[in-house]
């Protein structure tokens, strides 16, 4: 079964500063991969997503994220991050068979003025 | 196109009641999703559905819970009864293939059984 681990319940950061979050998966081939962002009260929006090819993709905001077979992850980054970053993201898995996602439990991102 | 919609946005019932749970897909995404979020236990997919038919339903939680799409615009998650474990936000998303597009998330419902 496949299963995604963000191994950072809660992360601050200072604006500007850089930002890394980390997501691990578990999947028997290459799957598909989502980073997805949801503001308090919203449902989520899509960051970026992964299916094969160029292993490091852009997405929208500023975001990008670099899938690392060898590693089983697909972290999440931005150069600079701005204040209203600050937000809870998911990374999810897609089985390429059925269509089914799971989601990891979320990383809460914090940014100090 | 406004999005998904849901309602309605908050619920608050009693132990025992009857709540029904609205989604008003985006025209046109022909694979619709109903998930819960819980502190617990994180996002979760109950079930979901192709050109109206579900397609999987394993994640469906107990018989309490049932989900229909009578048409392309609209579908329900039904508990009943409800009980307070079932508290949560519950979130209908819709996507134009299972497998590689995005998934539209509406704004979710948030229930409190009492």
């Known amino acids: 079964a496949q299963s995604v681990t963000q191994p950072d319940i809660h992360i601050t950061v200072s604006e500007g500063a850089s930002l890394e979050l980390r997501c691990n998966y578990s999947?028997?081939?290459?799957?598909?991969l989502f980073w997805y962002v949801q503001s308090p009260g919203q449902g989520l929006q899509l960051l970026l997503k992964?299916?094969?090819?160029?292993?490091l993709v852009q997405g929208i905001k500023g975001f990008e994220a670099e899938f690392k077979r060898s590693q089983s992850s697909f972290n999440l980054r931005k150069p600079s991050v701005h204040w209203s970053d600050a937000a809870e993201y998911f990374c999810?898995?897609?089985?390429?068979?059925?269509?089914?996602?799971?989601f990891g439990d979320g990383t809460t991102l914090t940014v100090k003025p | 196109d406004a999005g998904v919609i849901q309602s309605p946005r908050h619920e608050v019932t009693e132990m025992g009641q009857e709540v029904t749970l609205r989604c008003k897909p985006i025209s046109g995404h022909d694979y619709l999703f109903w998930y819960r979020q819980t502190m617990m236990r994180g996002l979760e997919l109950l079930i979901y559905f192709n050109n109206n038919v579900p397609i999987d339903d394993s994640g469906m939680p107990e018989d309490r819970f049932s989900a229909k799409m009578p048409n392309a615009s609209f579908s329900t998650l039904k508990i009943q009864p409800s009980e307070p474990r079932d508290s949560a936000v519950y979130f209908c998303a819709v996507a134009e293939d299972a497998f590689k597009n995005e998934q539209y998330f509406g704004p979710g419902t948030r229930l409190t059984v009492t």
């Open positions: 992964y299916f094969s090819g160029d292993t």
């Open positions: 999947y028997g081939a290459t799957p598909y």
């Open positions: 999810a898995v897609r089985d390429t068979n059925s269509g089914k996602s799971t």
